[in-house]
């Protein structure tokens, strides 16, 4: 079966063929570091980092590009607000950023090129786009002629007259007509500006993903995504600017991420970005985030509460103990008495065909436009199969074979969705139960020193303990 995906553009699922037989190029649109990321951002990170995951085991070389956005209105008032200036601002939450994203397992793009240094690049395609008439210049600012793209629209399904109706459309006496959209913005005094041939100012925001697309991946992206709130005007805009030079589709496959409620209502500026990532890593398992987030599908909206999070740490827990137990269970075959017959341990057929069709459900879902949802119950068979397979206490000289079997099966979906990620339970609940103990009995002897010694331990592996009255609770970070 092929993979097929959703595509904004059609409004269909099509069959996926990229341009060259081997390598993926796509483009998705990246923060404003102009402040930390919150849960909406996060979104398009852990999935369209899932897509890039699974094109990669289907063989693809992948060409993931993501921006930043360094320089607009936003990082200009933040610079101020911190008296700093916009580049210190930007780089500081481009770190913020990486922090959150290696926090919750989101591999790093290819490239995440930024706009201060793409500025030859986008100024040139301003002025490409006002050499063919697709632009003009007044009072220092560039505006797109939006009405001569005769496809505007098209992406959002919307056509031009219902635009100017049904939107608010920024009025700005400089435009020569309502619904043209900014290129280039001449600078208030004071503020950051780059030279052009328009005068000194920086560019708007939808001509930088148009000029940076095209340098880094070429005319034309196998895929090209973003949240749903990107859809239009932006990525309307993006097509009317790159299509209208290139004369060629901007990207072949447009995908667009869904909605985030927060506690069932809508979520807005006021109430999302209170829901930042990196609180968010700390109240809970950072895995249970990337659960909560893949276990709907991508399209859907999602809504986010801490019922919710409650119930995606329990579920990944369900996930990572049978998986952390079939580790132990390996190493435990694997350092004692059936280390001599390691040789040729094939697992058993039955276990092995069972496993051949967890995994053949878990592609099947995921080549059908990346169905994450329903891709996390082939893991749940899996883990009830684990869980079988060492309840029967499994002996014989078959038994290494079966739980890398297992394992294999295990990583080869891991591999894909992150669900459990590495460091995390590296000790199984009984140990970490023993470790309890041991520091119980070195305080009851008053071995200061040992106790705070196996806390550390403890910690260093995730697990926060607390003492309570009615003894040591302890739970994963
Ligand atoms: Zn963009």
Redesign the pocket.
């Known amino acids: 079966m092929t993979l097929h995906i959703y595509n904004t553009m059609t409004r269909r699922k099509e069959p996926f063929v990229p341009i060259h037989p081997d390598r993926v190029n796509m483009y998705v ?1 990246g923060p404003t570091v102009y402040d930390y990321i919150h849960i909406g951002n996060a979104r398009p990170q852990i999935f369209f980092d899932v897509v890039r995951r699974y094109l990669e085991t289907l063989g693809y070389e992948v060409n993931y590009v993501v ?1 930043f956005t360094d320089v607009d209105d936003r990082l200009i008032r933040k610079a101020g607000e911190l008296d700093s200036t916009v580049p210190e601002v930007a780089d500081r939450f481009i770190q913020a950023f990486y922090e959150d994203i290696d926090g919750i397992g989101v591999r790093r793009a290819s490239q995440n090129p930024r706009v201060m240094d793409n500025m030859p690049e986008i100024v040139a395609y301003i002025a490409e786009l006002v050499e063919r008439d697709f632009a003009y210049e007044s009072g220092g600012d560039v505006y797109f002629y939006t009405k001569k793209f005769h496809e505007y629209g098209k992406l959002s399904h919307q056509n031009i007259e219902e635009l100017q109706l049904g939107i608010r459309i920024e009025v700005d006496e400089r435009k020569e007509n309502p619904e043209d959209f900014v290129l280039w913005k001449a600078a208030k005094p004071g503020e950051i500006s780059w030279p052009s041939p328009w005068g000194d100012g920086r560019p708007g925001w ?1 001509i ?2 148009s000029a940076m697309a095209r340098k880094y991946l070429g005319e034309t992206l196998d895929i090209h995504g ?1 949240g749903q709130d ?1 859809q239009f005007p ?2 309307e805009c ?1 097509v009317a600017q790159s299509e209208s030079i290139t004369g060629k589709p901007l990207a072949n496959v447009w995908m667009h991420n869904g909605y985030i409620h927060i506690n069932n209502e809508k979520m807005s500026k006021s109430l999302g970005n209170g829901v930042l990532v990196k609180d968010l890593r700390k109240q809970y398992q950072p895995a249970a985030l990337r659960y909560f987030m893949l276990a709907t599908h991508y399209r859907n909206p999602l809504n986010f509460s801490e019922e919710a999070m409650g119930q995606a740490e329990k579920s990944v827990s369900r996930i990572a103990n049978a998986m952390a137990n079939v580790r132990h269970a390996l190493q435990t075959v694997t350092s004692g008495a059936g280390a001599e017959s390691g040789h040729e341990q094939e697992p058993d057929e039955k276990l092995q065909a069972k496993l051949a069709g967890i995994l053949d459900t878990f592609d099947a879902k995921m080549r059908d436009d990346f169905n994450t949802a329903d891709a996390i119950t082939a893991m749940f068979e899996w883990a009830s199969e684990a869980n079988t397979y060492l309840q029967q206490g499994a002996q014989g000289a078959r038994q290494a074979g079966n739980l890398q079997a297992l394992l294999d099966a295990f990583e080869a979906m891991n591999d894909v969705l992150g669900l459990v990620m590495e460091q995390e339970n590296e000790l199984l609940d009984d140990e970490v139960d023993q470790l309890i103990q041991e520091r119980n009995d070195a305080r009851k002897a008053k071995n200061w020193a040992r106790a705070d010694e196996l806390r550390d331990l403890l910690t260093a592996q995730g697990i926060l303990l607390e003492d309570t009255p009615q003894g040591v609770r302890w739970r994963r970070k």
Do not use: F, M, P, S
Request: charged share 20%; glycine share 10%; hydrophobic share 10%.
């Open positions: 649109c921006n939808h930088e993903c973003g990107l932006h990525h993006e």
